[in-house]
């Protein structure tokens, strides 16, 4: 195998995290093909669901739903299911968009 070569793990979905210190990083809460995201523990800073920081800049925190891509912004809280296609909750994620 090459050293650019992707390396795929066995996560799922609420998996605790650690880093290599061995700090909790937190649990899984979502995972895709560019790899998974990580829920904070409580006690740790947070960004506020209306904004977040990149390497660009400020991006927007939206939600995404995984069934059929459709993208919205959050209110108080994700919505009980997709709009566009009625997924359930569990299928939406936040997402950061500039």
Do not use: H
Not at 8 to 25: K, M, P, T
Not at 41 to 57: E, I, K, N
Not at 84 to 93: H, I
Request: negative net charge; glycine residues 10%.
């Amino acid at each position: 195998m090459a050293t650019d070569d992707p390396v795929f793990a066995n996560v799922s979905i609420g998996q605790e995290v650690y880093n290599e210190d061995g700090e909790r990083l937190g649990s899984i809460r979502g995972v895709d093909d560019d790899g998974f995201y990580v829920a904070s523990p409580s006690g740790t800073d947070t960004l506020a669901l209306t904004d977040a920081r990149d390497v660009f800049g400020t991006a927007y925190v939206m939600w995404r739903c995984w069934e059929c891509g459709e993208m919205g912004e959050i209110g108080d809280q994700l919505p009980a299911n997709c709009p566009n296609c009625d997924a359930p909750r569990e299928e939406l994620y936040y997402w950061a968009e500039d």
